[in-house]
């Protein structure tokens, strides 16, 4: 347990200390994160700045090309792919391979799953973003990359405090309490309020930052009005009853589905699955 506010505080700065230790963002990563404070972002730029990963433009184009949009004819250019995906996926997916990449080159202690996670994350922004599309919401175009990035303070928390991290997954496997609950006893901090940190480093627009910080806890940012948070929430519940959490859980009653009452979306949970399945089935293979 954390014996003061110095050693809690203390946890938190080498949690957050350790986003040196992930790989140095690209330039086309950067550029990328940028554009999600912008309103003005042109077909053609993020377009440019795609080509010039070779990596991500084959990406981009191999997933065009599947099975999930059925384009009639052969689609040979990243440009000619924005028109068919529209800017905000297109940027959601180039965000998500280029983020993932990433991190998935980090070493990690004994017992996390970098597959789990990325699996985890992906799943979570899908969702978000399918939510974001049937809940009005502020800065809907946030909800992907909110939902993909929400669980990053587990990441630092891992890597910077692998003996914690171990002792807060084997204390919320016993399901007495929350996952939190153990992170507050052993770090003084949660994995919540990390993710909203590094997204505020970052310079990530602050309805996403509100949402990843306030995901297990959407009042908070909410106000009393609609708010990603609340999309987050039930995306990661969902993603996780699903079965694709960010570590293997003992079978457990599905709860999803008050999350998505709440919203007022329940009664499109068949085609809000059904479009899941759809785009996951082809994203999980590039994650």
Known sequence: MASAPTESARCRELA????????????ILNRL??????EDVS??????LIEKDTVLAGNVLRLVNSALYSFQGKVNSVRHAVAI?????????????????????????PGWSAARFNIHSVATGVLSDLLSQQVDVPYPEGGFVAGLLHDIGKLLIAISLPTEYSQIVELTATGERTALDYELEAIGTTHAELSGAVLA????????????????????????GPHLSYLVQAADRLAIDLGHSVVP??????????????????QELPALREQFDLEFQVLKSYF
């Not at 957050?16 to 330039?27: D, I, K, V």
């Not at 602050?206 to 908070?220: D, F, K």
Request: with cysteine; net charge positive; hydrophobic share 45%.
């Open 43 to 48: 077909f053609a730029s993020l377009a440019e």
């Open 201 to 224: 480093r970052w310079n990530l627009p602050p309805p996403i930052q509100a949402a990843t910080r306030c995901h297990h806890a959407p009042g908070e940012a909410a106000e009393g």
């Open 16 to 27: 957050l200390a350790s986003l040196g230790r992930l790989p140095p963002f690209s330039l």
């Open 85 to 109: 995906l529209g800017l905000n996926k297109l940027r959601n997916v180039a965000l998500g391979m280029s983020i993932t990449r990433m991190w998935s080159q980090v070493r990690m202690p």
């Open 33 to 38: 994160l940028a554009t999600m404070a912008k």
């Open 249 to 266: 859980r003992p079978e457990a009653p599905q709860v999803f589905q008050e999350y998505l009452d709440s919203l007022g979306v329940i």
